[in-house]
């Protein structure tokens, strides 16, 4: 084993002992060429931040000047994201420690992988929402940096059900009724899914019943996908346009524990039974539509295969 993988070998295990007892005493010129990328792209203060090797990222950084900005290659969730920053490894493993070192370290907060991926869409994909907080509350993390594909941090949250952390960013402003690169929105994304109560917090927050790139609506979605509950809330709960038209008042959706969402309230626009093709709202149709397969049709949505964590 060369010198260069010894050192990432210690960083990725956590072994500063060893690691200080590898990297002493070197040159400038010595130590910038070891905490550099091995042949798998990665770097030693990558790996140790996704591993959340804190005591390890701090003496890369202080003791041999690794840069917090430099990317490299990562594992996660069975992809290899390429260009990652090591603030984004940390926020995406849920880290929080690192997160705050790194960040008092210089690190940018809206530093992305090569496919545009911030540390705070990293966050959401995987559900840690005290770094989201931390991100976005001391950080000022920016809300709608959209990857490669358009997909914002609250769409990634919506499809994945990660309900609160989907409440945070809309009660920080996130847009609701954002469109990705094919035209689906965050109403998409939690009507494939299947996340009803994200889908009700949406709809109570203004978000537009709206065909995506491909024609379909998140009725349609739902239907396509098997998720039944969805299907028979948007039919059987919505308002008609008779109800809105006569100016029957709504009941504001329930909160669960204090809320600081502005503008969220019981939707108010277009009836969600004229969503079918051609204005149909026959239950018939939408049946023979659940009568497929779940997820069979999924190759026909605008967002299928786009959600990886980079």
Known sequence: MDLRTAVYNAARDGK????QKLLSGRSR???DELTGEVAGGGTPLLIAARYGHLDVVEYLVDRCGASVEAGGSVHFDGETIEGAPPLWAASAAGHLDVVRSL?????????TTRTNSTPLRAACFDGHLEVV???VGEHQA???VANRHGHTCLMISCYKGHREIARYLLEQGAQVNRRS???????HDCAESGSL????LLLGCKARMERDGYGMTPLLAASVTGHTNIVEYLIQEQPSQEQIAGGEAQPALPQEGPSTTQGCAQPQGDSMLQLLPGGTTERGILRKLLSHQPGSCRGSLGIAGSYVCG
């Open 181 to 187: 690169a094919k035209g689906n929105t965050a109403l």
């Open 103 to 111: 960040l008092r370290r210089g690190a940018s907060v809206n530093r």
């Open 197 to 200: 109560e994200i889908l009700q």
């Open 133 to 135: 907080r931390y991100l």
């Open 142 to 144: 920016d809300l709608e």
């Open 29 to 31: 010129e010595e130590l």
């Open 16 to 19: 500063l002992q060893l690691l």
